[in-house]
């Protein structure tokens, strides 16, 4: 890492992947690429941040074609580290951000977000991008690095982008193709979403319906949780109140999700993120030949 950082010059935007990259992931290079001299991206699965080994086992990869969609985006450098450079022994030290890691996902998947934190500093510490780039997809993992950025003090501006959704409204990952079947199914997710967005929209702020509308569209025992939460911290908030953001995760079949909608409200009202909609099939069907 440290050569790679040394090839880049001017202002540097990093943009950390687990590759088998979707639109979601390219958006936040070309943002990076707008937005920067010079943009590395990387390509780590991280085991740390799985707390199921099977999940691991069957994450989807492809370095070729990542490789391909990177330059084509114009990103720089593509950083792909082998485990011995990121970690030349297991690790004794984690990085947990107390209280904002430990819910949800945190209750869900012990040790997830501290693995997340863990990689995400060392990241930052052998590249030290000037901008850092996550998807507000992951809005837990998005308010862990934030805090964890301020109480280190390190020198990168953290910039949470745009949500993307596919053209029928499922949010963008790459484990969607590894639905199958289940695909449908997993659509229940972002309606229940839809709905409280509306809703929000209409003026609804406790979190009590907010939080009903997702539970009555998703089918029986596969919703983890659905929870409003202030954007930061990720405590659970009773009302609707500056910006929070309702956040959700679910299981079909093998598979897991997450999902969730922004909500700002003020004076003058409110109006909920819902992220931005591809206006064609995901390109990682494509590369699975489905």
């Known amino acids: 890492m440290a050569e790679a950082r040394a090839q880049a010059g001017g202002v540097v ?9 979707h639109e ?26 799985f707390d199921d080994p099977a999940d691991l086992d069957r994450y989807p990869a492809d370095q070729d074609r990542d490789l391909a969609l990177a ?20 690790p004794l030290t984690r990085v947990t951000v107390a209280g904002i890691g430990e819910r949800l996902e945190g209750e869900f998947r012990p040790g997830h977000m501290a693995g997340v934190a863990t990689v995400v500093t060392r990241l930052l510490a052998g590249l030290q991008p000037h901008r850092a780039y996550f998807g507000r997809k992951d809005a837990q993992q998005l308010a862990v690095i934030t805090r964890l950025v301020q109480d280190l003090g390190f020198p990168v501006e953290v910039v949470g982008c745009s949500l993307v959704r596919e053209s029928d409204g499922l949010a963008l990952s790459s484990r969607n193709v590894l639905l199958g079947e289940r695909r449908a ?53 009773a009302v609707a109140e500056g910006e929070t953001v309702l956040v959700t995760a679910a299981r079909f079949g093998p598979v897991r999700i997450i999902d969730n909608v922004g909500l700002v409200a003020d004076r003058s009202g409110g109006s909920a993120d819902r992220g931005v909609r591809l206006g064609h099939p995901s390109l990682i069907y494509g590369s699975e030949g489905t």
Do not use: W
Not at 13 to 21: E, K, N, R
Not at 71 to 90: H, N
């Open 13 to 21: 935007g990093l943009v950390p992947t687990m590759g088998f990259l």
């Open 24 to 49: 979601g992931h390219l958006s936040l290079m070309e943002r990076s690429v707008a937005e920067c001299d010079q943009t590395i991206a990387t390509l780590y699965v991280n085991p740390l941040q």
């Open 71 to 90: 330059e084509a985006c114009g990103v720089d450098l593509m950083v792909v580290p082998r485990p011995q450079e990121m970690f030349a022994s297991p």
């Open 185 to 237: 199914e997993a659509l229940a997710l972002s309606r229940g979403l839809m709905r409280a967005a509306d809703r929000f929209d209409h003026g609804e702020k406790r979190a009590t319906v907010l939080e009903a509308a997702v539970r009555g569209a998703v089918p029986d025992g596969a919703l983890e949780y659905a929870r409003l939460c202030e954007t930061s911290t990720m405590t659970r908030t």
